[in-house]
């Protein structure tokens, strides 16, 4: 195995090649944070965070502690392909503008470090903090590649990690590993750790294999298995992964549900990788769910690994997904820098029907860099498209409201480049075609199959339907969140025309129609 050492010397830029895992040494930064000019390569979002370069998968440690929400990701310092896992870092004040951070855990002798959360230690209950100090606590799984490569099954651990000075720098914990794989579980990883009032406990979640695992702890060094979740519930075409546990109260109700999310690779319903949900009631040691189907946060291609943040001040549920498929991940058409994260958005639950649903949509926050044009109205006969021009419809976001089932978006630009969004009322679901949105022969099955996602509960009468297009991703919420589908395209030049076709039988109205230029938040 090889990692990259970097070092900045008087102006100079020295990488270094070394053939055997780097140990951090404790209390130490070891590598300058990279802060970026604005970001003007190819397909480089400009309101999505984005490493300055190199490879970026999985968010992890989300947690806000004194004024700052903390952004850890999965981070290959070495190449734009995956690579040894490190912790990359950001922070932000108010989840658009962001700044990043050195790297915040190396791998060590006990492997790379793959995903998990972080939590603030409130009571000081591991004893870390020293001098009344609040010590921020980072669960994450060790992978041990050596182990693995052995023949191994029991490579993958958890270990922990503490900062005393709200996440500058970290200290791995001497006895790691804290969660030992004791029944060599070949798939055992990526702990959601938060605290249970009820128990008096801190709880952690993990996926091992196709299932979930439950355990607690008074102290978060010391762990203890309660019981377990999944083997015959949801989709199983693939791996569990990126597990994460959390109250939310069904708006209109004060009924309390739970919400358990595990990513799945493959086995989304758009081929690759996905993240299905369950609601159901978590009593300190189980949790139960009494859901039979399937059902999916998001049916786009491109929002994966997504958890939410821990001890947020109102206790909102704030989600990041990273926007990536693992079926081609690596051969995205980017040089400097592979992949983006979704908009931070809310998570709530609804009820629709006689159906709960986990909603998601983009903070309030995220109008600070919106700039709208001016609200119209716009009335569509059958078969008379409307053509709406843009300078850059690739950062911007299009919105309006509508109680027509029947309708196209194409977005387009000289280059006879094209993304059609159709909304299908007969039909019942919505369709996205990235076809021949740009760049897509660099992996075989990234623009042939239509994207398709459902919408059976739907309610009648006016909808919103919101699209936030940022250079190399779109995202469509329908309804407030209760629909939504992320997809990346790679366009070679923005699109600049909008057409606006009436499916229907009936005159198509858009009310409250309005494009707004997003800013750079770089």
Known sequence: ?????????????????????????????????????????????????????????????????????????????????????????????????????????????????????????????????????????????????????????????????????????????????????????????????????????????????????????????????????????????????CPDLFPLKVEGSGEEKWVLIISINPGAPNGGSGTQYFIGNFNGSEFTSRQKDTRWLDWGTDNYAGVTYNNVPDDARIFIGWMSNWAYANETPTEKWRSAMTVPRKLSLRQFGDTISLVNYPLESLATILKPEGAKSIEIAPGDPEIIPNADYNQSEVRFNTVSRDFTLTFSNDREEELVLTVDGKGKEVLLNRSASGKTDFQEDFGKEVIRMPIPNLPEGTVEVRLLLDASSVEVFINGGQYVMTAQLFPNAPYTTLKVENTGTDPLELDGFEISAAESIW
């Open 1 to 241: 195995m090889k990692n990259i050492w970097i070092c900045i010397l008087g102006g100079m830029l020295m990488v270094f090649a070394s053939c055997k895992d780097k140990t951090d040494t404790p209390g130490t930064v070891q590598e300058e944070a990279t802060k970026p000019a604005v970001y003007q390569e190819a397909y480089r979002p400009q309101y999505h965070f984005t490493p300055a370069e190199k490879w970026m998968n999985d968010p992890n440690g989300l947690v806000y502690n004194e004024g700052l929400y903390h952004l850890f990701y999965q981070y290959y310092p070495g190449d734009i392909v995956w690579g040894p896992m490190h912790w990359g870092h950001a922070v932000s004040k108010d989840l658009v503008f962001w700044e990043h951070r050195p790297i915040a855990l190396f791998p060590d002798n006990n492997g790379y470090i793959f995903s998990g959360s972080a939590v603030v230690d409130i009571d000081n209950t591991s004893g870390l903090g020293t001098d009344g100090q609040t010590p921020l606590v980072a669960i994450f799984t060790y992978h041990d590649s050596n182990k693995e490569k052995a023949g191994g099954t029991d490579y993958q651990t958890q270990g922990i990690a503490y900062s005393t000075d709200n996440g500058e720098i970290w200290v791995k914990y001497p006895g790691n590993p804290v969660l030992p794989n004791k029944d060599g579980i070949k798939d055992f990883r990526d702990p959601k750790v938060f605290w249970h009032e009820g128990s008096q406990n801190w709880i952690l979640v993990l996926v091992a294999g196709d299932h979930a695992r439950f355990y607690r702890s008074p102290n978060l060094l010391e762990w203890e298995y309660m019981s377990e979740f999944g083997r015959d519930k949801g989709a199983h075409g693939g791996v569990w992964e």
